[in-house]
T-cell receptor, first 113, second 112 residues
């Protein structure tokens, strides 16, 4: 069955540090990939998405993600985090031939000034 | 513009009582609709999704059911609530599998 793994459950960083959050999925076919962010007290909102083409995807607020098909991964990165990036981050996948959208367990990021 | 409404925001129900959570979307037609349960450390668990009126896909066999009586209405129900049904329930919609999902404000359900 289709699944999504986020191995980093809680990440603590200082401002200006670099960020990489892992996301792995289990499905051998074509996938659509998403990263969402949930700021404290707010709705989930889309950071970026990948459907096809350039495997390096740029999103809002300086985030980017790289799709590595051979590793079934879609890791999220940001070169220099800010205190305002404190939030929970969710990776999501749907396989090309379904409308089912599966989320990972989320990674809580805390950034200290 | 499109909006999603989900109610109630909070709900406290006794064990064994029925449940009905409603979600409606405005400003779009034939959306894909989703029900998730969000729990700390467990992310968003997909419960049901629907690609059209009367079409429901169930992901997790449990004490809940879903219905889509109208194009933009998605209802989550239970005949008899269990303590384990407590949680934060989120409704979401999207145009199709290639677009982002938009979430409602959620319902905090406490079964006592």
């Amino acid at each position: 069955a289709q699944s999504v793994s986020q191995h980093n459950h809680h990440v603590i960083l200082s401002e200006a540090a670099s960020l990489e959050l892992g996301c792995n999925y289990s499905y051998g076919g074509t996938v659509n990939l998403f990263w969402y962010v949930q700021y404290p007290g707010q709705h989930l909102q889309l950071l970026l998405k990948y459907f096809s083409g350039d495997p390096l995807v740029k999103g809002i607020k300086g985030f980017e993600a790289e799709f590595i098909k051979s590793k079934f991964s879609f890791n999220l990165r940001k070169p220099s985090v800010q205190w305002s990036d404190t939030a929970e981050y969710f990776c999501a996948v749907n396989t090309y031939n379904t409308d089912k959208l599966i989320f990972g367990t989320g990674t809580r990021l805390q950034v200290f000034p | 513009s499109q909006t999603i409404h989900q109610w109630p925001a909070t709900l406290v129900q006794p064990v064994g009582s029925p449940l009905s959570l409603e979600c409606t979307v405005e400003g779009t037609s034939n959306p894909n609709l989703y029900w998730y349960r969000q729990a700390a450390g467990r992310g968003l668990q997909l419960l049901f999704y629907s690609v059209g009126i009367g079409q429901i896909s169930s992901e997790v066999p449990q004490n809940l059911s879903a219905s889509r009586p109208q194009d933009r209405q998605f209802i989550l129900s239970s005949k008899k609530l269990l303590l384990s049904d407590s949680g934060f329930y989120l409704c979401a919609w999207r145009t199709d599998r290639y677009t982002e999902a938009f979430f409602g404000q959620g319902t905090r359900l406490t079964v006592v």
